[in-house]
């Protein structure tokens, strides 16, 4: 053989090798992936509530047609909660804008803004806590 071939011959051989094992591992990778997901309970509710009962595969789809029109009318509520609760923090502002100085005004519109702003960073004591000192219930005691 021809010593300038056997050099190239060797490469090309060496590329195929390795992407043929690339191919094929990726292949058994991926069916091993899907399979995992398949085994894997749900996420939010349904796969609380699956984990809770350890329910079987087949009960998992009957799970899920219950689950699902209920997680839709607790999401309608949270969002009527949540506008009802702004609802009342902007009387109550309005309530207190008389009897507030301007720099405390935009204070309490500025905090009030914030809290509407929906969830944020968690924090160790929930969406919008602890982050920063000062701020927050309970500012200036326990000092």
Not at 105 to 112: C, I, T, V
Not at 116 to 130: D, K
């Amino acid at each position: 053989m021809n010593n300038k071939l056997k050099p190239i011959l060797l490469l090309s051989l060496t590329l195929l090798l390795g992407a043929a094992i690339g191919f094929f591992g990726a292949g058994f990778w991926l069916r091993g992936r899907a399979a995992q997901r398949q085994a894997r309970p749900a996420d939010g509710l349904q796969g609380h509530i699956e984990q809770i009962v350890q329910a079987r595969p087949e009960q998992r789809e009957a799970i899920r047609r219950q689950v699902e029109p209920f997680s839709i009318g607790m999401d309608s509520l949270r969002a009527t909660h949540q506008r009802q609760v702004k609802e009342r923090f902007e009387t109550l502002y309005d309530s207190l804008e008389p009897v507030l100085e301007p720099p405390q005004r935009e204070l309490l519109r500025a905090r009030l803004d914030r809290l509407h702003q929906g969830p944020g960073p968690r924090g160790p004591h929930g969406p919008g806590r602890g982050q920063g000192r000062g701020q927050g219930h309970g500012q200036g005691r326990h000092r």
